[in-house]
């Protein structure tokens, strides 16, 4: 769907069951949002593309028999016990897939699932799909056919790979917040994480790997948005300079373990102060000096190529 179609798009039925109202919401950000039982059968869908079938068709059929298994490390014994591990623990899951289509061909997938609830038990999952291989359904109908082109990232309203917030919308979202701290006296902070010296090859693997860890690890009320190819941004209301520091040696440490290859991620950090009138492009200035300087830091390093590094702006 492209996003000049939303406004003058009246909802299409849904396959309903109770209580979908959320997916006519959800498919305008996704390319199929849906719900599943506790065995991973379809039982309800948003409107637009469910992988070029009518959406009737699918419903009480398994998700893990659309996977194609000979393309991907993930099974469908595999995705059973993902489904199965959602039901008991009441955890999400997000992961990278490839879905057959009637044709006999298949494409890769961005899926995310969580637990849907019910009486206060897990009854099945919630199910979101992006998909990777045709972002320009995201991008408005004045930028069409030319999606390959990295300038276009920040005018989209999610990221195709990562599922986050796009560099414009992040910035919004961000500006929307800076009333409420100056009113509430509280600060605000802006990190940047950045896996620039990763191989190219790596770059899409590792975004949308750091993107699921940042999601595990930070609160509800935080932003997160992929604001280039490298690099991750994360604001944080309430958040001083002090503990976004503590936060990016963290950063440094901790995520190279979980990432492919172990890349070096290096961190800037621009904290806000309530009251001083500084607008989003100050902030986002701030924290990309902040980010240079720590890249700067780790030329020298004995392997630079495994060592982060992470650096706070300070004024002068």
């Known amino acids: 769907m492209k996003m000049s179609q939303i406004a003058a798009r009246e909802p299409a039925p849904l396959a309903t069951a109770p209580g979908t109202g959320w997916l006519a919401v959800a498919a305008m950000l996704t390319d199929l949002a849906f719900e599943t039982d ?3 059968r379809f039982t309800a869908f948003g409107p637009g593309k469910v992988l070029g079938r009518s959406a009737a068709l699918l419903l009480g059929l398994e998700v893990a028999n659309l996977l194609d298994g000979a393309a991907t490390d993930l099974s469908a014994a595999q995705f059973r016990s993902v489904i199965t591990t959602i039901c008991m623990e009441c955890v999400a899951w997000h992961g990278r897939v490839r879905l057959t289509d009637p044709g006999g061909g298949s494409g890769f997938y961005r899926l995310s699932l969580a637990p849907r ?4 038990n897990v009854v099945g999952t919630y199910g979101m799909l992006f998909d990777l291989e045709t972002p320009e359904l995201t991008l408005p109908d004045s930028h069409a056919g030319r999606a390959d082109d990295p300038a276009l990232r920040h005018n989209t309203m999610l990221d195709a790979e990562t599922g986050l917030w796009s560099a414009r919308t992040f910035t919004e979202e961000m500006a929307r917040r800076f009333d409420r701290l100056d009113v509430e006296e509280l600060p605000g902070t802006l990190i940047y994480l950045s896996f620039a ?3 190219a090859a790596l770059q899409s693997a590792i975004a949308m790997r750091l993107a699921d860890e940042l999601r595990d690890i ?3 009320t935080d932003l997160l948005g992929r604001m280039d190819n490298t690099t991750i941004g994360l604001w944080c209301d309430g958040m001083d300079h002090l503990t976004g520091g503590e936060r990016a040696a963290k950063f440094c440490t901790q995520l190279p373990e979980l990432l492919p290859e172990r890349p070096a991620i290096t961190v800037g950090v621009s904290p806000r102060w309530a009251g001083s009138l500084e607008d989003t ?4 200035e701030h924290a990309a000096i902040a980010l240079r300087l720590a890249e700067l830091a780790t030329e020298s390093a004995p392997d630079p190529a495994h060592m982060g590094a992470w650096r706070v702006w300070q004024r002068d």
């Not at 609830?117 to 206060?120: I, P, Y």
């Not at 492009?281 to 986002?284: E, M, N, T, Y």
């Open 38 to 40: 506790a065995m991973g």
């Open 197 to 199: 010296r990763a191989p």
């Open 218 to 220: 930070v609160r509800p």
């Open 117 to 120: 609830l019910s009486g206060g």
């Open 281 to 284: 492009g100050s902030v986002l």
